[in-house]
């Protein structure tokens, strides 16, 4: 029997419908995931649920009888869970206080915080959620923390938990060591809608698959009798070509050469350690590795946003780039798209245009007689802003107020800007959506073609073994090996990742 | 509809400063009527105040307008005074330096001198807080109490008029500067120098700055986000450095501007940054604020304030209340404008939570289903 069903629901917006018509059910003991572009009505689904917004038509039935639900106390009330993707967590107060917080106190006025540490520890063993109750929250990591979260649910006894995102920002470590306890979660009886886009993900967890497209539920479907291009298929609503076309090209010269790169890390340990490669121009050398293992220092050495120890060298198309600063690097044909999108890649404050304008805005194109010529700058952006199919309303939008997926595309746009001879590319469709992502990645190959040098940096290890010609793995810092892109597997990668070396013959 | 509420919203305060001072105007007896009408008339009441007025705003617009590129790059300029002072000082020696150049070279030349000295004592902590991590409020502030000292110390020393010290009344003032410096009035028969006209196009030059060239592109560009910046080759150390140097050269344009429009053509201190920029330098910020840090908008909100500066001087003078009234009125108005800026911040991010809460279902990324649209 399911615990949750929400029957015909539709919900109407000015203008715009963004629930139609769907039904969504939970049966207790299974992870039922939602899947869906950004978009697509998951979140209106989920904010009905927790009674945020009412349904204009629709019923939800909760443990068998209707149910009007008009806040979220009372879905909490209900027995009904969140765990957010941004976490909600005061980070100056401990886990107790924390899971306390909110609660009325058994000892009234007095907090009974004791009472909520020993209930935590109870809960914790129970579950396997090794959460220590007495620590403070920012000692905690992305994945503690998580468990915290989920810690407050069930503290509130939760019956449904809804997990919206929960690995996007975790390591595929902390991803396994979740599913084991979402696991264990349905084994005693609970119920659990996972909201996700990685599709790997959602086949390894769900029992079942509803699929959203533009509001409407596009199919119901288990892992069993899908796939992950039909479930893709499925979100977007077309084909969709998870692993890109890479025809064959004739590999230049070396373009980019780091040789015996080390560099230290913000803590002061060495988070490169002599690390040696070579890009040829015309290919794709793809970095593989667990995050934190010096992926980040290597590409940030290389564009001139770092300083690496004494004994390093970079060279650029032949150019020693270590003395120069980030623009001359540029000058000589480097491009860059850093990994965090929001807070490197792109001003958010600026509008697209002026995004697109970033790197090259003092060019002879865009000024005359050292004024802006707006006539060109509208010119060359609307061009890229249609070349890169960036959804925005107008290219003077701001650019904070586009998806990831567009905002990553305007980014790409600009860096791809003058045919960069060596292109960095740091997680290029990390949180992206999946029709964006394909599109990157078509783009990423079309600039190989076109001779660039790409090094492509990504914990996507799909991402990887899709678009790279060779794959470098690092771990802690050092690269472990290099290998071809026909010899690469999930499994002999994912192993050296973990830093698994076979004695080579 | 959320322009015309940020628009409102500071004169609502200002308003409701006005009925303070109306209500501090009553405690003490006199009529906030009679006090509304004397300060009226004493900002705008004949062309002459109305210039006297202009002339007020004139190193406020200037000073605001610099202060709008500070902010605009993240950096705060709490130097005005300083840098008005510095640039007073070094277009003082210069005019004393070569006062017999003709007019039509001695006017730019000490204008320029005012500008450079005002850029110099800006640099200084641009730099320290670029370079060196200084935190900018604190290096400004202190710059100004040296600037001051640095004033009282020359004008007291090496430019004193040497007839103060033949006559030994030893008044730390410089002798009577150059005629050829003087800046020439644009009304006939008014009180009205070039320096309101200068003011008003610099702060134009400002707008243009920010908004039209590659230069405060990249300043816009570095106080949004110093990360994306860097990462895009900008070299944010440079443009912090620069974006107070320009903020401080506006406001020793302001100091050399006070001098040559000045009735007495000379620079007088009387031992405080007040006594010879009236404030300028901290009025300045308020008014940039009161512009919304935009430096068109700096122009009326500076003019503003400079009718209140002139008109509280005519208020205490007709109702013959005690100074400090027509000072507390003016502190009244900025405290209400300025946390009428606070307020704003905090309506707009309303507006706009409210706003992202029900757009979900029609972000841009994906066509939200149209009634009738294919499925």
Request: glycine share 10%; proline share 5%; charged share 20%.
């Amino acid at each position: 029997m399911s615990m949750l069903e929400m029957r015909g629901i539709t919900k109407r917006f000015p203008g715009v419908i963004a629930n139609q018509d769907v039904d969504f059910d939970v049966r207790a003991g299974e992870v039922h995931t939602l899947l869906g572009e950004n978009g697509a009505g998951k979140s209106t689904l989920m904010k009905i649920l927790f009674g945020l917004y009412q349904p204009d038509e629709g019923e939800v039935i909760w443990q068998g009888s209707p149910a009007t639900i008009t806040s979220p106390s009372q879905a909490i009330e209900a027995g009904i869970g969140m765990v957010h993707q941004h976490f909600m967590l005061v980070p100056t107060l401990t886990v107790a206080e924390n899971v306390a917080l909110g609660l009325s106190s058994g000892r009234a006025p007095f907090t009974d915080l004791d009472a909520v540490s020993e209930r935590i520890r109870e809960i914790s063993d129970q579950h396997g959620l090794s959460v220590d109750p007495s620590v403070d929250v920012w000692r905690l990591s992305v994945g503690e923390r998580q468990r915290v979260e989920i810690m407050k649910a069930l503290y509130r006894q939760a019956e449904l938990l809804v997990l919206d995102e929960p690995t996007a920002v975790l390591t595929p470590q902390e991803v396994d060591d979740l599913f084991e306890i979402l696991r264990r979660m349905t084994d005693e009886g609970r119920g659990l809608i996972f909201i996700s886009h990685k599709l790997h993900e959602v086949m390894a967890l769900s029992d079942r698959i509803t699929v959203l497209r533009n509001g409407r539920v596009s199919g119901h479907t288990t892992p069993g009798e899908t796939s992950r291009e039909e479930l893709a298929a499925m979100m977007v609503g077309r084909a969709v070509k998870l692993t890109p076309d890479r025809p064959p090209v004739e590999t230049g010269d070396s373009r980019l050469e780091v040789r015996s790169l080390s560099v230290q890390g913000d803590r002061g340990t060495r988070a490169v350690d002599d690390v040696s490669f070579d890009v040829k121009g015309g290919e794709i050398l793809g970095i593989a590795g667990v995050s934190g293992n010096g992926q980040r220092e290597i590409a940030e050495t290389i564009a001139g946003l770092r300083t690496p120890l004494p004994g390093s060298s970079v060279l650029l198309d032949g150019t020693d780039v270590l003395p120069m600063k980030t623009k001359q690097r540029r000058d000589l044909g480097l491009a860059y798209v850093p990994e965090e999108r929001m807070k490197d890649g792109a001003v958010g404050d600026f509008s697209v245009s002026e995004n697109l304008i970033l790197v090259n805005h003092d060019t002879a194109e865009f000024t005359s007689s050292g004024l802006f010529n707006f006539d060109a700058i509208r010119r060359h952006c609307s061009e890229l802003v249609e070349r890169f199919a960036v959804k925005t309303p107008t290219i003077d939008t701001p650019t904070s107020s586009l998806s990831g997926g567009n905002i990553q595309k305007v980014i790409i746009a600009r860096e791809l800007t003058g045919n960069p001879g060596v292109l960095i590319a740091s997680q290029p469709t990390r949180g992206v959506d999946i029709g964006s992502a394909e599109y990157i990645h078509e783009q990423l190959i079309a600039q190989r073609d076109r001779g660039t040098a790409t090094l492509l940096i990504s914990e996507d290890l799909d991402e990887v073994l899709g678009l790279s010609d060779r794959i470098a793995v690092v771990f802690e810092g050092r690269i472990v090996a290099i290998v071809d892109a026909d010899d690469a597997t999930r499994e002999n990668i994912g192993l050296l990742m973990a830093g698994v070396v076979e004695p080579t013959g | 509809m959320k322009r015309l509420l940020g628009a409102s919203i500071p004169l609502l305060a200002a308003l409701i400063a006005f009925l303070f001072g109306a209500v501090m105007l009553l405690a003490i007896g006199a009529s906030p009527w009679e006090g509304l009408k004397a300060l009226l008339d004493g900002a705008f009441g004949s062309a002459d105040r109305l210039a006297a007025t202009a002339i007020k705003a004139t190193p406020l617009v200037l000073v605001g307008a610099g202060i709008t590129i500070a902010f605009r790059t993240s950096v705060v300029n709490i130097g005005g005074e300083g840098q008005i002072v510095a640039g007073a000082l070094l277009s003082t020696s210069v005019a004393l330096a070569v006062p017999d150049l003709p007019a039509i070279i001695l006017v730019p030349v000490v204008l320029v001198a005012g500008l450079i000295g005002g850029a110099i004592v800006g640099a200084i902590p641009g730099a320290l807080k670029a370079y060196a991590s200084v935190n900018e409020i604190l290096s400004t502030i202190m710059l100004n109490i040296v600037m001051v000292q640095l004033m009282n110390y020359l004008l007291r020393g090496p430019l004193i008029d040497p007839l103060e010290v033949e006559a030994g009344t030893r008044i730390p003032q410089t002798e009577r500067l150059s005629d050829n410096a003087t800046l020439p009035n644009i009304v006939p028969g008014v009180r009205l120098h070039l320096g309101v006209l200068i003011a008003v196009l610099a702060a134009i030059a400002v707008y243009v700055l920010l908004w039209r060239t590659p230069t405060g592109f990249r300043l816009r560009a570095v106080g949004h986000s110093p990360d994306a910046a860097k990462a895009a080759g900008i070299n944010v150390k440079r443009n912090i450095t620069t974006a107070l140097a320009l903020s401080g050269s506006l406001g020793g344009l302001a100091g050399a501007i006070l001098v040559f429009g000045s009735e007495g053509q000379r620079m007088v201190t009387d031992g405080s940054s007040a006594g010879f920029t009236g404030s300028a330098g901290f009025n300045g910020i308020v008014a940039a604020l009161f512009g919304g840090l935009h430096p068109l908008w700096t122009i009326p909100s500076s003019f503003l304030f400079g009718a209140l500066l002139t008109g509280a001087t005519n208020l205490q003078r007709v109702l013959q209340v005690p100074a400090p009234i027509a000072i507390a009125i003016n502190g009244i108005v900025v405290i209400f404008v300025v946390s009428s800026g606070r307020l704003r911040e905090k309506i707009d991010r309303m507006l706009e939570a409210r706003a992202e809460f029900d757009d979900t279902p029609s972000t841009p990324e994906t066509p939200a289903v149209v009634e009738g649209a294919q499925s």
